[in-house]
């Protein structure tokens, strides 16, 4: 399984992943996403709510990393 900053990053579709990690007690993950127009955005699963939009699929996997730094505390 492919990672980013030691995180499990796990493709579930074409331009679709799935980002973070899963513990006993639940996790925290996001799904990455591409719109049409080529723009990277993830959705917080549980909370449902976008992100802002990223011109490349690494700065949108960086603040999903912060994202779910932040909300594992």
């Known amino acids: 399984m492919k990672k980013h900053k030691d995180l499990p990053l796990e493709e579930t579709g074409p331009d679709e992943f ?4 899963r ?3 639940g996790g925290a993950w996001v799904q990455v996403k591409r719109e049409e127009n080529g723009l990277w955005y993830f959705v917080r699963l549980g909370r449902v709510s976008e992100s802002e939009r990223f011109d490349t699929l690494q700065e949108c996997l960086d603040k999903a990393e912060w994202d779910i730094s932040c909300s594992k505390y």
């Open 18 to 21: 799935r980002y973070g990690y």
């Open 23 to 25: 513990g006993l007690c």
